[in-house]
């Protein structure tokens, strides 16, 4: 099993930043890509950013250029830096991670979750 714990949220004024974080732990062989969901009241949950296991990322239209995604393999973490937020960004934010097993099998393993607030 994989345990997945996220870090960092909190509330902001409009155009502050925040930065997640998101610790994988357990039976860990591999992982490819690393994202970051989230949230808001009353909405589906949105992929906000991905990372491949080469450092490819992309992003959702809304926070490109104001988000970066990043990661450390030696850690196993993955990060989200939110720059310029703004109170449309205010949801849960979800880490999520696609391992690979020794065999061959993928997995993916969610975030407890992390809120974020941004008051105008």
């Known amino acids: 099993q994989v345990q997945l714990v996220e870090s960092g949220g909190g509330l902001v004024q409009a155009g502050g930043s925040l930065r997640l974080s998101c610790a994988a732990s357990?039976?860990?062989?591999?992982?490819?890509?690393m994202s970051w969901y989230r949230q808001a009241p009353g909405k589906q949950r949105e992929l906000v950013a991905a990372?491949?296991?080469?450092?490819?990322?992309n992003y959702v239209d809304s926070v490109k250029g104001r988000f970066t995604i990043s990661r450390d393999d030696a850690k196993n973490t993955v990060y989200l830096q939110m720059n310029s937020l703004k109170p449309e960004d205010t949801a849960v934010y979800y880490c999520?991670?696609?391992?690979?097993?020794?065999?061959?099998?993928?997995?993916?393993?969610w975030g407890q979750g992390t809120q974020v607030t941004v008051s105008s």
């Open positions: 357990g039976s860990i062989f591999s992982i490819n890509a």
């Open positions: 999520n991670v696609e391992t690979r097993t020794r065999i061959g099998n993928y997995n993916y393993y």
């Open positions: 990372i491949t296991r080469g450092g490819s990322t």
